[in-house]
């Protein structure tokens, strides 16, 4: 579904991401892991049209997104750290989004706002909401549309237990309905028992990308937190 | 298209601004057309008056605005939304909204004192003033990532347009003095479109005590008619190039 080919891109001096090619297709559930600073939020950005490559290319269904916007249709994003103007009430975040992405026979998946119970906090704005609440906001955003494909970077930090539970339920039904789910995390256990597949990412470079099930064969190790320990011990 | 400049415009009301900027145009377009016995003279005085405000006004509204819907334009781009749509919404959201600000601000007390041919080209001229300095802002604040940088950029920038750039023509002027520089002096003058707004202005007023070194070596060239064809031509570009030049930066900008 989402192939990449030799995707390079350096910031100045510093090199990003090293020619990374990676192919994700329907009903996976991907875990990006890696060190801090090894390219995986710039992967996860290139994805989205949001960082241009500067060699290499991407497709989105078989077509390339270099000039293409319409993909980004069946793209539902979390970022990282959610930005959001100021001055705007979560209501109206809410409504602009609609009004600009929605198309007439779509239907709303509004499960996540009603479990985060954001309709009580619906007239606050964005600027004095904490952290956790805008990563709230953030989730419900990237589920709302119904995507085919969901990009969640880091979706569970700065969410309390409770939160962050209601969050991997959705993100585990949503994978049983066939999407295909990226997720980076440094929260080892919460990856656990979602995902299908790794990919291994070092100072821009792609270690690896295997099945779940090959990489505890690899390392003999049952959990994916000592998995990857293994890993990163012996680089 | 429509809904983003719809929420961009929405956004720009909301914050009181442009508000502020319309009422004081106002203030001093009728307080000058009262003071004046003749509204001729009043359009002249609010003419150099505007010149200064309406450029800096919308360069630096501008520059700040762009800087701080970061988080706006970012949201927007993960989107399935054109960066294209996006950058053209911003600035039509921009122009719009400031062209109005002035067409409500100085526009209607031109019309109501002097309507003539001459108070509607000076209508015109102002719009085309704010949205080449709109587009000239858009430029600035693509091209440096660091905000107090690009404000700072768009306000030497402003500086440049209406003060340095006089200096610099006389500079030339005086140095190149035993030689023929008319001619290029006309390419000197096309540079600054601030001094060209005026040279409009003026040679359709037709006083050319007022026209200065480039307005009269324009008019000696052109013929009034001509001149202000002319100029009214190189204004136009001034406004689509830095838009230009700035959407196709923003469409290869990582965010």
């Given at each position: 579904?989402?192939i990449?080919t030799?995707?390079?891109?350096?910031?100045?001096?510093?090199?990003?991401?090293?020619n990374?090619?990676?192919?994700?297709?329907?009903?996976?559930?991907?875990?990006?892991?890696?060190?801090?600073?090894?390219?995986?939020?710039?992967?996860?950005?290139?994805?989205?049209?949001m960082?241009?490559?500067?060699?290499g290319?991407?497709?989105?269904?078989?077509?390339?997104?270099?000039?293409?916007?319409?993909?980004?249709?069946?793209?539902g994003?979390?970022?990282?750290?959610?930005?959001?103007?100021?001055?705007?009430?979560?209501?109206?975040?809410?409504?602009?989004?609609?009004?600009?992405r929605k198309?007439?026979?779509?239907q709303?998946?509004?499960d996540?706002?009603?479990?985060?119970?954001?309709n009580?906090?619906?007239?606050?704005?964005?600027?004095?909401?904490?952290?956790?609440?805008?990563?709230k906001?953030?989730?419900?955003?990237?589920f709302?549309?119904n995507?085919d494909?969901?990009?969640?970077?880091?979706?569970?930090?700065?969410?309390?237990?409770?939160?962050?539970?209601?969050?991997?339920?959705?993100?585990?039904?949503?994978?049983?309905?066939g999407k295909?789910?990226?997720?980076?995390?440094?929260?080892?256990?919460?990856?656990?028992?979602?995902?299908?597949?790794?990919i291994?990412?070092?100072?821009?470079?792609?270690r690896?990308?295997?099945?779940?099930?090959?990489?505890?064969?690899?390392?003999?190790?049952?959990?994916?937190?000592?998995?990857i320990?293994?890993v990163?011990?012996?680089? | 298209?429509?809904?983003?400049?719809?929420?961009?415009?929405?956004?720009?009301?909301?914050n009181?601004i442009?508000?502020a900027?319309?009422?004081?145009?106002?203030?001093?377009?009728?307080?000058?057309?009262n003071l004046?016995?003749?509204?001729?003279?009043?359009?002249?005085?609010?003419?150099?008056?505007?010149?200064?405000?309406?450029?800096?006004v919308?360069?630096?509204f501008?520059t700040?605005?762009?800087?701080?819907s970061?988080e706006?334009?970012?949201?927007?781009?993960?989107?399935?939304v054109?960066?294209?749509?996006?950058?053209?919404?911003?600035?039509?959201?921009?122009?719009?909204s400031?062209?109005f600000?002035?067409?409500?601000?100085?526009?209607?007390?031109?019309?109501?004192?002097?309507f003539s041919?001459?108070?509607?080209?000076?209508?015109?001229?102002?719009i085309?003033?704010s949205?080449?300095?709109?587009?000239i802002a858009?430029?600035?604040?693509?091209?440096?990532r660091?905000?107090?940088?690009?404000?700072g950029?768009?306000?030497?920038?402003?500086l440049?347009?209406?003060?340095?750039f006089?200096?610099?023509?006389l500079?030339?002027l005086?140095?190149?003095?035993?030689?023929?520089?008319?001619?290029?002096?006309?390419g000197?003058?096309?540079?600054?479109?601030?001094d060209?707004?005026r040279?409009?202005?003026?040679?359709?007023?037709d006083?050319?005590?007022m026209?200065?070194?480039?307005?009269?070596v324009?008019?000696?060239?052109?013929?009034n008619?001509?001149?202000?064809i002319?100029?009214?031509?190189?204004?136009?570009?001034?406004a689509v190039?830095?838009?230009?030049l700035?959407?196709?930066?923003?469409n290869?900008?990582?965010?």
């Amino acid at each position: 579904m989402i192939i990449a080919t030799n995707v390079s891109k350096s910031f100045g001096k510093l090199k990003v991401l090293d020619n990374i090619s990676a192919t994700c297709n329907r009903s996976q559930c991907i875990a990006l892991i890696g060190p801090n600073g090894s390219g995986k939020t710039t992967f996860i950005k290139c994805l989205l049209g949001m960082v241009v490559p500067d060699s290499g290319f991407i497709t989105f269904n078989d077509k390339n997104i270099i000039h293409d916007w319409q993909y980004r249709a069946n793209i539902g994003y979390m970022p990282q750290i959610g930005r959001y103007p100021d001055n705007m009430t979560i209501a109206q975040v809410l409504d602009m989004m609609k009004d600009i992405r929605k198309s007439k026979d779509q239907q709303l998946d509004e499960d996540l706002i009603n479990e985060f119970n954001l309709n009580m906090l619906m007239n606050k704005r964005m600027s004095t909401l904490s952290g956790g609440t805008r990563q709230k906001v953030s989730a419900s955003l990237a589920f709302l549309f119904n995507p085919d494909v969901l990009i969640l970077d880091e979706p569970t930090a700065g969410l309390d237990p409770v939160a962050a539970e209601i969050l991997k339920e959705k993100i585990t039904a949503e994978k049983k309905k066939g999407k295909l789910i990226l997720i980076t995390s440094h929260i080892l256990s919460d990856l656990e028992d979602m995902i299908t597949e790794i990919i291994y990412m070092q100072e821009g470079g792609l270690r690896f990308h295997k099945s779940f099930e090959e990489l505890r064969a690899d390392t003999g190790e049952q959990k994916l937190s000592r998995a990857i320990a293994r890993v990163m011990q012996k680089n | 298209m429509k809904k983003i400049i719809k929420y961009i415009i929405l956004d720009i009301l909301r914050n009181k601004i442009v508000m502020a900027y319309t009422v004081f145009l106002l203030i001093i377009s009728l307080s000058i057309f009262n003071l004046e016995d003749s509204s001729g003279k009043g359009l002249l005085s609010l003419l150099n008056i505007v010149l200064i405000i309406v450029p800096l006004v919308s360069i630096v509204f501008s520059t700040i605005y762009i800087y701080n819907s970061a988080e706006f334009i970012e949201l927007l781009v993960s989107q399935p939304v054109k960066r294209k749509t996006l950058w053209l919404s911003l600035f039509t959201g921009l122009a719009g909204s400031l062209s109005f600000a002035f067409f409500i601000g100085a526009g209607i007390p031109v019309l109501l004192f002097e309507f003539s041919a001459t108070g509607i080209t000076m209508i015109v001229t102002g719009i085309l003033l704010s949205i080449i300095f709109v587009a000239i802002a858009l430029l600035a604040s693509v091209k440096t990532r660091d905000k107090a940088k690009g404000i700072g950029v768009a306000i030497l920038l402003w500086l440049y347009f209406s003060i340095i750039f006089d200096g610099l023509v006389l500079f030339i002027l005086f140095q190149f003095s035993d030689y023929p520089v008319e001619k290029f002096m006309i390419g000197v003058s096309a540079l600054n479109p601030i001094d060209l707004a005026r040279v409009l202005i003026i040679l359709k007023m037709d006083v050319s005590v007022m026209l200065g070194y480039t307005g009269a070596v324009f008019q000696d060239f052109f013929g009034n008619q001509w001149g202000i064809i002319i100029s009214g031509i190189i204004l136009t570009a001034w406004a689509v190039f830095p838009l230009m030049l700035s959407l196709r930066r923003f469409n290869r900008k990582d965010l």
